[in-house]
DNA sequence: TATTGTATGTTTGATTTCCAACAAGGAGAA
DNA sequence: TTCTCCTTGTTGGAAATCAAACATACAATA
């Protein structure tokens, strides 16, 4: 187990521990590492499961099918992602499928085992489930964000939308954003085209001024 | 506290808890109890909180205001439901301010609190953990559905898609679904009158037939 | 039965977005 | 410098969506 301690320093999930803590825990919740080779199916759709996994080397794909059969990447984990914890922590059919995209080692872990203190009453446990419990509430936020942005009908009000509330997280007119054009049009699921058009016209109206992915917001028109 | 014990009994984070159970927590956590007049603050956007808020009396609303100062009302919480527990969990700035609707009641239960076991290393404890942790994994998977859906750029694509999965999640290709028509526009973020004319040239195509909030697809055209 | 209200389907012109291609500008490499 | 490559901006025709009507069907009620 030791050997993944490189991987597991970085795991949100472990933020805050020693590396002598990890282990504890990973004793403690009685963790398994299991070995796929690439391609085979490490969840399937329609099992339960009351374990998550991580991944410790190689990588892991989350697939989803369609009625007709078409297949979907929804994500790729890389090394210290993790996957299937809604489903485990819920216990909820999976309606989607992971597969190892190439040979990989797999940490499974027990939720059940993960949320309960242990006999011991290992200390470090109370910091685990409260890293947990950040991680998902951390994870809703993002969600409701971008849902907030792309549930607005035009391009222009999903703009000014993720913009503002840009504006108002930094704490400034003034700002940078982490994505570039393409990136931000694929966020707001919209066309980087129209997009690029849309904040034309923005400035033209004077509600902004931009360069590359800084951007300047003005409360009147100039 | 007892006498709102009918409220709680039915809030997710206390299934599976008898009544005496829910007032050794409550008391384990400290939760306090406060009124609030209508249109007066709970949370303001800026602040942080370390505490979640559920109503017992009353109701409130959450919302937000842009940059230009648009409020929006994003949803309302009536008795049993609670709110800013994400802000708690993560510490995070809130985004959102919370107002009493009407003369409300309303509990709050430290986060840090709930999330440590008690002295008394309370047994219950741990099935509230097991809870609130169900709740925000299962509010993801919605979050997460919804945005599968509404991300496909066409009509067409967000209804196959949402349907689809209907399906799917339903076992059989022939269902009924928790929406009408408007509601369902809403809920993929189309236009009602673009949704029924699209279900419209499905069901010329022979990919499904409905009546009503009745769906049955085919998994080739007839 | 007649009336009313509600949900759903249909239509139409205006608007917006999509798609594809090309243009402009800058950064880095040869 | 010159030549790529990459990002961003622009444009025009095709396609989809929006908004606002109106039509139809059905249920509930008197």
Not at 123 to 138: E, K, W
Request: charged share 20%.
């Amino acid at each position: 187990m030791k050997e993944y301690l490189t991987v597991l320093r970085n795991v949100p999930f472990f933020k805050g521990l020693e590396d002598d803590e990890i282990l504890a825990i990973l004793h403690c919740v009685n963790a398994t590492i299991i070995s796929k080779s690439a391609n085979s199916y490490i969840f399937k759709a329609g099992d339960t499961t009351d374990v998550m996994g991580l991944v410790l080397s190689g990588s892991t794909l989350i697939i989803q099918e369609d009625l007709w059969g078409h297949r979907n990447i929804l994500s790729k984990c890389n090394v210290g992602d993790f996957f299937g914890e809604l489903y485990a922590a819920n216990n909820a059919v999976l309606n989607i499928s992971v597969v190892a995209n190439v040979d990989s080692t797999i940490l499974l872990l027990n939720i059940n085992h993960l949320l309960s203190t242990c006999p011991s009453s290992c200390i470090h446990h109370q910091r685990l489930i409260h890293n947990l419990v950040g991680v998902l509430s951390n994870k809703i936020l993002i969600l409701n964000n971008k849902i907030t942005h792309t549930s607005k009908r035009t391009t222009r009000d999903k703009l000014l939308s993720y913009l503002s509330s840009e504006s108002i997280r930094q704490g400034s007119l003034s700002f940078d954003i982490p994505f570039d054009r393409q990136q931000l049009a694929d966020y707001l699921c919209v066309e980087r085209a129209a997009m690029s058009a849309e904040l034309s016209k923005l400035k033209k109206e004077g509600l902004l001024t931009t360069y590359r992915n800084h951007f300047e917001l003005k409360k009147k028109a100039v």
